[in-house]
């Protein structure tokens, strides 16, 4: 069974960092891309950030780039958003989903239960 | 603003038969396949459609997709109360190499 569990979640001060794991299992997990997707409250879905299965190519959305940095280690089967100079608007949960891509084809076809981040003095 | 266009709210009856409308560009919906994702109260979403109109595994056949041009279509029938939700549409955007979303639709079964 897949699954995917995130951590690290909290509340942190403006300006501050954070970094979120989301742990996989029940799946070959290095040969998956794998993103974040996240959620403020009330909110749809937003688009954050993409790796792919070798680390061979990162994207991030415009809003989180500069300050996120995605990453992961395929030898503990986990995926990492380190997030710095956090703002108010980046509070959501934040959901690690596994994708899946090829030709023009997209999706993410498991998304773990979630990690409330909270920016706020 | 979302890249991709959903109304916010659509609602119907039990056992009526319910659409929900995706509007995008040439650079997302018009050249890369759509899904939709199925985001019951308090839980994470799920992937409901994939490819304009394929179903995961469990997924019942009371949903469907269709794509036609920079716009798509996620239909229910048979709708039940359990079937009340926020539905997403999301493809790749290949000019803003991003993924993108609808800002969702809210179903709900009166």
């Known amino acids: 069974e897949v699954q995917l569990v995130e951590s690290g979640g909290g509340l942190v001060q403006p300006g501050g960092s954070l970094r979120l794991s989301c742990a996989a299992s029940?799946?070959?997990?290095?040969?998956?891309?794998m993103n974040w997707v996240r959620q403020a409250p009330g909110k749809g879905l937003e688009w954050v950030s993409y790796?792919?299965?070798?680390?061979?190519?990162?994207y991030y959305a415009d809003s989180v780039k500069g300050r996120f940095t995605i990453s992961r280690d395929n030898a503990k089967n986990s995926l990492y958003l380190q997030m710095a100079s956090l703002r108010d608007e980046d509070t959501a949960v934040y959901y690690c989903a596994r994708e899946t891509r090829y030709s023009d084809t997209w999706y993410l076809d498991y998304w773990g239960q979630g990690t409330l981040v909270t920016v706020s003095s | 603003q979302s890249v991709l266009t959903q109304p916010p709210s659509v609602s119907a009856a039990p056992g009526q038969k319910v659409t929900f409308s995706c509007s995008g560009s040439s650079s997302n919906i018009g050249n890369n396949y759509v899904s939709w994702y199925q985001q019951l109260p308090g839980t994470a979403p799920k992937l409901l459609i994939y490819?304009?109109?394929k179903r995961p595994s469990g997924i019942p056949d009371r949903f469907s997709g269709s794509r036609s041009g920079t716009s798509a279509t996620l239909g229910i029938t048979g709708l039940q109360t359990g079937d009340e939700a926020d539905y997403y549409c999301?493809?790749?955007?290949?000019?803003?190499?991003?993924?993108?979303f609808g800002g969702g639709t809210k179903l709900t079964v009166l």
């Open positions: 490819e304009n109109n």
């Open positions: 999301g493809t790749w955007d290949s000019s803003l190499s991003a993924g993108v």
């Open positions: 790796i792919t299965s070798s680390t061979g190519t990162i």
């Open positions: 029940g799946f070959t997990f290095s040969s998956y891309s």
